[in-house]
């Protein structure tokens, strides 16, 4: 498992957005299962717009963003 810390978990909640791969995302739903959290995303990025997907934190480094750093454009 990745070791998720318990600050990583609150940061990835419905409403929050993610770097993964690469690309931002929304996060729609967070769940856990056998095989551990697994995170449902709706994409933001140019070349994920509109996409849906899920990705298994234990598999892919999922970066949480923080609404303060963002750039209004």
Same mark, same amino acid.
């Given at each position: 498992?990745?070791g998720? !810390?318990?600050?990583a978990?609150?940061?990835l909640?419905p %409403?929050s957005?993610? @770097?993964? +791969?690469g690309?931002?995302?929304?996060?729609s739903a967070?769940?856990? !299962?056998?095989?551990?959290?697994?995170?449902?995303?709706? %994409?933001?990025?140019e @070349?994920? +717009?509109?996409t849906?997907?899920s990705?298994?934190?234990s598999?892919?480094?999922?970066?949480?963003l923080?609404?303060?750093?963002a750039?209004?454009?």
């Open positions: 498992m990745s998720v !810390t318990p600050e978990d609150r940061a909640a %409403g957005t993610a @770097l993964i +791969r690309e931002e995302w929304l996060v967070v769940e856990d !299962t056998a095989d551990g959290q697994l995170v449902h995303v709706q %994409g933001l990025g @070349l994920v +717009r509109d849906s997907a990705f298994y934190r598999l892919d480094e999922i970066v949480p923080e609404p303060a750093d750039t209004v454009v």
